[in-house]
């Protein structure tokens, strides 16, 4: 038996019925909880982190939990053991899947890590003025300062030094105990360059101190330098900075820019929950943007696009194509990276066959050689 309604009726029906449709559609798209992995309470990564998860809470009513920890093990641990699905991570990203520094040992090996989307932060070479130094190459035979047991910070260095046909060994490398150290270092005279970032205090000091202060110039149509680097770590984009100790609008520097936070997951993760994920981060934008200066580098169009530590989920993609983000340039890059984590996923499998037997020392050079070689393939 069929009722018949006056058409106002109808038509107030047929919208409260797409309406409580829409509703219920938006409200599974994320699980009612979450849990996220992110660095140490105070730093900039957790407050990005609690900002998105305070947007979505406010527009989806999700409740999301935020795991801090201090070291990359343990931001990575439960993300690979499943007790956390999305981690905002930084450079740890690229080591755990090279298997490299904290994640070299047998228990690791290359982790299965793709991206849905990575604030790009800035950084450069910087030399103290009177050491005379005006290109990356010719940092060679100078002190370069590297930081004990921060393997984020010197892998970007042995990458920069790459762009200009440079491994460690052709600088005086000079290990300070700490970061904020080997800012110092440069000031103090007892380096001439190190990388970091252009706002710290230590920059703004070396740039008043009698020994001024020079960022070195990364030039983005230096193809050959940007395939050295990325060899090393294919993490870097070109960025003109002028914000920082030394820099002006008028007077920008070419540097680097690399991805933190990234917000990090399994490859294996559903490509709905991704696809849900990346756009909630996208509908939330204007929730969050200003909860921090650095906030609004989370608009798609620069947290959407490679390079990254790691591939995109194709989850991601299909979202970031269906707003136009996405390029054939984004894909064949995301192709290429692909391929290098399921080489160096090969490559592994090798190595810890071959040295099932080695002691842990031996086993490490095994695998550096095996994971040189398996890169240098791809090329």
Request: hydrophobic residues 40%.
């Amino acid at each position: 038996m069929f009722t018949t309604y006056p058409k106002y009726l109808l038509g107030s029906i047929l919208a409260f019925g797409s309406f409580v449709a829409a509703v219920g559609a938006q409200a599974q798209e994320l699980p009612k909880s979450m849990t996220w992995g992110a660095y140490d309470v105070g730093s900039s990564g957790y407050a990005e982190a609690s900002a998105i998860a305070d947007a979505f809470s406010r527009k989806f009513d999700t409740r999301i939990r935020i795991q801090p920890s201090g070291s990359s093990i343990g931001r990575l641990q439960p993300l690979v053991h499943g007790r956390t699905d999305y981690a905002f991570l930084a450079t740890e990203a690229f080591f755990a899947s090279e298997a490299i520094y904290d994640f070299a040992s047998r228990k690791w090996g290359p982790q299965n890590l793709c991206a849905l989307a990575g604030r790009p932060a800035s950084g450069g070479l910087v030399t103290a003025a009177d050491a005379d130094i005006h290109s990356v190459s010719e940092l060679k035979g100078k002190r370069v300062a590297y930081v004990a047991g921060n393997p984020s910070i010197n892998v970007k260095l042995d990458a920069l030094l790459a762009f200009g046909g440079l491994s460690g060994a052709d600088v005086e490398a000079i290990s300070f105990p700490t970061y904020a150290s080997a800012m110092s270092s440069l000031a103090e005279g007892k380096a001439d360059a190190t990388f970091t970032v252009t706002t710290p205090s230590q920059m703004y000091e070396l740039a008043e101190s009698p020994r001024g202060i020079r960022w070195l110039d990364i030039p983005p149509d230096d193809a050959a330098g940007w395939k050295k680097m990325g060899t090393v770590a294919p993490i870097f984009s070109p960025f003109a900075e002028s914000v920082g100790a030394g820099l002006t609008k008028e007077h920008p520097v070419n540097m680097v820019a690399y991805r933190y936070p990234m917000v990090v997951v399994r490859c294996d993760l559903d490509d709905k929950d991704a696809y849900a994920f990346i756009k909630a981060l996208d509908e939330t934008y204007d929730v969050y943007k200003d909860a921090t200066s650095v906030m609004p580098r989370w608009e798609l169009s620069q947290s959407g696009v490679p390079p990254l530590d790691v591939p995109f989920h194709d989850g991601a993609i299909r979202y970031l194509k269906e707003k136009g983000v996405w390029s054939e340039d984004a894909q064949a890059w995301n192709d290429k990276r692909m391929a290098r984590l399921e080489a160096l996923k090969t490559a592994w499998k090798g190595a810890v066959q071959e040295g099932k037997d080695m002691s842990d020392e031996a086993f490490d050079t095994l695998w550096q050689a095996q994971r040189t070689e398996a890169i240098n393939k791809l090329d």
